[in-house]
C-alpha cells in the first residue's frame, strides 16, 4: 500500500511538472526521486553508493563520459534499448533524469 502511495505521489509530481514546465530544462530534484525508484536496481545514481549490477554504469562515470550530453541522454532515456527495462519514461521525467545524472559528476 504504501508503495503504490508514493508511486502515485510520483505520477503527480510528473503531471505537475508536465503541466508547468513543458519545454523547460530538466528538474534534477524530481530526476533524484525518478532515478531512486526506476533505475537504482542496477545503476549506482549517486557518489558513494556501491554498484547494483556491475554492467549498469554509475550515473557518476556516464555524466564524466567525453562527449557526455544531458540532451543526447534525455533522448536516449526514451528508447528502448537492450538490457534495460522498458522504461515508458515521459520526455519531462527523461530529462529530469537527464539533468540529475548530470549533476554527479
Ligand atoms: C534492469 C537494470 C537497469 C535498470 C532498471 C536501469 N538501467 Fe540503465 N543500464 C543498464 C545496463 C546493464 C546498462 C549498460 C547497457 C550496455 O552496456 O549495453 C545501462 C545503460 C544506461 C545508460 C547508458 C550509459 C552509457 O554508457 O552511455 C544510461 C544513460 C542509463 N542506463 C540510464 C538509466 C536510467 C536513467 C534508469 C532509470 C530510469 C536506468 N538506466 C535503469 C541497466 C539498467
Known amino acids: 500500500m504504501k508503495v503504490s502511495i508514493q508511486f502515485f505521489g510520483i505520477l503527480a509530481a510528473i503531471a505537475a ?7 523547460i530544462a530538466g528538474d534534477a530534484g524530481n530526476g533524484k526521486q525518478l532515478a531512486e525508484r526506476w533505475c537504482q536496481s542496477c545503476h549506482a545514481i549517486s557518489a558513494n553508493q ?4 556491475t554492467e549498469a554504469p554509475p550515473f557518476a562515470t556516464i555524466a564524466r563520459k ?3 550530453d544531458e540532451s543526447k541522454v534525455a533522448a536516449f532515456l526514451l528508447e528502448p534499448h537492450p538490457k534495460m527495462p522498458p522504461l515508458g519514461l515521459s520526455r519531462e521525467a527523461a530529462s529530469d533524469l537527464a539533468a540529475f545524472i548530470a549533476g554527479q559528476k
Open 17 to 23: 511538472v508536465t503541466v508547468t514546465s513543458a519545454a
Open 66 to 68: 567525453p562527449g557526455f
Open 50 to 53: 556501491p554498484m547494483a549490477v
